[in-house]
């Protein structure tokens, strides 16, 4: 079963510091890799994504981190702010025609 | 303004009955999405088509119906079998893979049936 695997389920930060959430997948299959951003009552939207032939791809605070030897991919927000409270949610989609695999996603919580 | 766009915002019905949940595009994407939300869950999908006239079960489709008679447009039916409806679902699209592979959610219908 195609799965991806996030953590921490949930994450406080102090502001200015650095969040790091963590995915793990099994089927190598797996071509694209996105990252999505949801605040209460909306609507997740895409922050960040990454193909498996990059090892590193930033935009602004955001950086995704992928290791295609692990199968790990994460999402580092640098200089974390109170307005980065969020549930961020990874997803990898298989090769083919088949919808994104999500994982579980991370409650994170920045305080001042 | 191109977009998403799902309606209502806020749903309420009384059970047994059963409700039907627009959703809207207009970014001339061919595959649209149905995803289910529960407190503190992730999320789970219901339906999705890749193409009009067509539509494929995701993980949890059983109380669920879906058609796609037109691109633009996927509505959800929640069904008096489902057992557990209230929830807050979540209508997305994309180009179809090959093309794009980025998706985009709606604003999401919060639906609560007492």
Redesign the interface.
């Known amino acids: 079963q195609q799965q991806v695997k996030q953590s921490p389920q949930s994450l406080i930060v102090q502001k200015g510091g650095i969040s790091i959430i963590n995915c793990a997948y099994e089927n190598t299959a797996f071509d694209y890799f996105p990252w999505y951003q949801q605040f209460p009552g909306k609507g997740p939207a895409l922050l960040i994504a990454i193909r498996p032939d990059v090892s590193e791809k930033k935009e602004g605070r955001f950086t995704i981190s992928f290791n295609k030897s692990a199968k790990q991919f994460s999402l580092h927000i640098m200089d974390s702010q109170p307005g980065d409270s969020a549930t961020y949610f990874c997803a990898a989609r298989p090769s083919g025609n088949t919808p994104l695999v999500f994982g579980k996603g991370t409650r994170l919580s920045v305080i001042a | 303004d191109g977009g998403?766009t799902?309606s209502p915002k806020y749903l309420f019905r009384k059970e047994g009955q059963n409700v039907t949940l627009s959703c809207e595009q207009n970014l001339n994407h061919d595959a649209m999405?149905w995803y289910r939300q529960d407190p503190?869950?992730?999320?789970r999908?219901i339906y999705?088509s890749?193409i009009v006239n067509d539509f494929q079960k995701?993980d949890i489709a059983e109380g669920y119906s879906v058609s796609r008679e037109k691109k633009e447009s996927f509505p959800l039916t929640v069904t008096s079998a489902q057992k557990n409806p209230t929830a807050f679902y979540?209508c997305?699209s994309s180009y179809?893979?090959g093309t794009s592979?980025?998706?985009?959610?709606?604003?999401?219908t919060?639906l609560t049936v007492t």
């Open positions: 998403i799902q999405y503190g869950q992730g999320l999908l999705y890749q995701g979540l997305a179809s893979p592979h980025e998706q985009y959610f709606g604003p999401g919060r």
